[in-house]
């Protein structure tokens, strides 16, 4: 569907809404008893392999990308799961006029030159295919692609007249997507959003190179200026394309909208992956802004969705075979936080001390740990953090994380993983083989500049009998986050212009995941607080808000629950509900701030969907109302 026909649509909408019965609208903090998201086959764990634009941007061509994937089969990373193989931007020549039909650059990609016939990847899909690996291919959800804004001085950007040069999906999302999975054989599609957001009516880059103007769906300075519903509904119609040509539903769609358009809000319904922030690039503070775009969202991401801070930069710039130590941090984060891992490098001629790091089999399983429960942040500052990630053997992965200039000391306690106090814990440690060690209580590191030390950690838990849910976001489902407004995450670090001198005011983060659901903070990433009670532990949220909890054998649900101390609405009042399957186990009478913390505590035996509700059934005041669940666990 173009934008032209999702308006006309709106339209036709509104004329029917006048002339036909109202519909009762659905409400959406009402218990189904259904996890609400697609149940997927595919990204069960996050997606692995290689993409062509760090190596190449779009001097991309066969024998690289062949090469790149010949080396991930020699190496033994494809038998560690890198197994996609994504071709970037820069394949294509132009869009055939006669019956729409894209044509490849032949140039770049020689196996495309099937005799008598049409230009086809297959051949080239059927080779990798035969490597034991899949295959991926980019696109734009416009008209025209990133490359024929951005890399303008490219030999191998599309060519002829403006009608053959719109390379990307609008108008032929059926038709391209029919060629891409059904007769060519992919496997994975990325697409892009350039196509909405910098093509606009009267710019400089359209007069100058005879584009089709199209109005910007996106605008990456102010989210009320974006057309959330529009650019959801571009998207959605490619996942509807997708399952028409896959119906096995071996696919994978990685939505790249730079974290614009409120897509906290949709991504995890649309797409398997969805990009958090812009583009990556080789340098330590850029990465630092990728990934905290992605780091508090645990609750976002589950077995099948995933926060995508962008492909891997190991193996460029300050992540180069001569800055190991930042190189291992960036793998390690990426691993922590459930990031897709895309090497983006030359494979070709890569040093094996960078071969080791893509190969780290212990890092490369806390990725790909099946359980799919992202890092959590246990201490977080602007100088340290250390992450605690849930894995499905019972143990856990801890992370220790420098992010500054000068060695520092690190103090990790028991606690913070979630383990008894007083108790041995033993860390193994995942960057040096064989070493080991114990402590009770807490412990102590050293760590260098831009160093992350990983553990895999054994010990007591607190809760002998059960788990707390921020200890499992995989099994959590944010159906509705109470989140009016969407506003960017001011805590997300803002590195110098990465594309240029220091013109302007600088850039900043367009990923509006302020006011999201968070585990073990509060949405506006202050401590769990409730009538001057202090929880170390729980769940951060707004009101109006509804979390899906898978339960695997456990027979009670408990809280202590209220208005959180630091909400900025202190009038209005709130009930808190836990519902099972559907039905209703347990409710609150109406809170208020400033209230002390009740317990709630309901009978889930035999329950498999738990579902906790806060609710107010009127608002007297528009500023966003806090609450807390804290020590929410399910019990046995």
């Known amino acids: 569907m173009t934008v032209r026909s999702l308006l006309t649509s709106a339209a036709l909408c509104c004329v029917l809404a006048l002339s036909t019965p109202a519909v009762a609208q659905v409400d959406p903090l009402a218990a189904s008893g259904e996890w609400s998201i697609p149940e997927r086959s595919q990204a069960r764990t996050p997606p692995m392999g290689w993409n062509s634009w760090n190596a190449f941007r779009t001097e991309v061509d066969e024998a690289k990308v062949l090469g790149s994937a010949k080396a991930m089969v020699d190496s033994g990373l494809a038998r560690l799961g890198y197994t996609y193989v994504n071709i970037d931007d820069g394949w294509w020549l132009k869009r055939r006029q006669t019956d729409g039909r894209l044509e490849i650059r032949t140039g770049l990609f020689p196996s495309a030159a099937v005799e008598g016939g049409d230009t086809s990847f297959r051949p080239y899909t059927d080779t990798l295919h035969a490597m034991g690996l899949k295959a991926g291919i980019y696109t734009d959800i416009g008209r025209n692609a990133c490359s024929q804004a951005y890399d303008l001085h490219s030999p191998n950007l599309p060519e002829g007249t403006t009608a053959e040069r719109e390379v990307g999906l609008q108008g032929h999302v059926d038709q391209d997507i029919g060629v891409y999975f059904r007769e060519w054989g992919f496997d994975y599609i990325k697409v892009d959003a350039c196509g909405i957001n910098v093509y606009g009516p009267d710019t400089e880059l359209v007069r100058e190179h005879a584009y089709t103007p199209v109005p910007p769906l996106i605008d990456q300075a102010a989210i009320n200026r974006t057309d959330v519903d529009a650019v959801k509904a571009l998207y959605a119609e490619v996942a509807e394309a997708l399952t028409r040509h896959n119906p096995d539903g071996d696919y994978i769609l990685a939505i790249c909208n730079w974290g614009s358009a409120d897509v906290r809000s949709w991504g995890k319904d649309v797409g398997h992956m969805w990009r958090t922030s812009g583009d990556i690039t080789p340098t330590w503070t850029r990465m630092l802004h990728n990934f905290d775009s992605a780091s508090t969202r645990a609750l976002y991401a589950k077995p099948g969705a995933w926060n995508d801070p962008d492909i891997l930069f190991i193996g460029h710039g300050e992540f180069d075979h001569t800055h190991l130590t930042e190189a291992r941090s960036h793998f390690s984060l990426w691993a922590m936080i459930n990031a897709p891992l895309l090497i983006s490098y030359d494979l070709r001629q890569a040093p094996q001390t960078l071969m080791d790091i893509w190969g780290n089999a212990d890092i490369v399983g806390l990725n790909q740990d099946p359980g799919g429960h992202q890092g959590v942040i246990a201490y977080a500052s602007d100088d340290v953090q250390i992450l605690v990630k849930t894995l499905s053997n019972g143990r856990k992965a801890v992370a220790l994380f420098n992010r500054g200039l000068g060695q520092t000391d690190v103090t990790l306690t028991a606690a913070q993983m979630k383990f008894a106090g007083d108790a041995p814990v033993r860390l193994r440690n995942l960057w040096e083989p064989g070493a080991t060690s114990t402590f009770t209580g807490e412990t102590s590191f050293t760590l260098e500049p831009r160093q992350t030390l990983v553990f895999e950690a054994s010990g007591v838990r607190q809760l002998a009998d059960g788990v ?141 969907l738990v579902e906790i509700v806060a609710r107010s059934e009127t608002l007297s005041s528009d500023l966003p109302l806090v609450v807390a669940w804290g020590d929410a666990a399910l019990r046995r």
Request: charged fraction near 25%; hydrophobic fraction near 35%; glycine fraction near 12%.
């Open 468 to 608: 707390y849910l921020s200890e499992i976001p995989g099994d959590v489902n944010v159906a509705v986050d109470g989140v009016i407004a969407p506003e960017p995450d001011p805590v997300v670090h803002r590195m110098r212009n990465a594309w240029g001198p220091t013109r302007g005011s600088g850039e900043r983060p367009t990923y509006t995941g302020w006011g999201g659901a968070q585990a073990d903070t509060t949405p506006y990433d202050q401590a769990l607080r409730i009538g001057g009670e202090t929880f170390e532990t729980g769940i951060g949220v707004l009101t109006n808000s509804r979390l899906e909890v898978r339960n695997a054998g456990h027979t009670r649900f408990e809280a202590r629950v209220g208005v959180d101390d630091s909400t900025r609405n202190t009038r209005d009042v709130v009930r808190f509900s836990v519902y099972g399957d559907g039905a209703l186990l347990a409710e609150t009478p109406p809170m208020r701030f400033g209230e002390a913390p009740r317990s709630l505590t309901a009978d889930i035996d035999g329950v498999h």
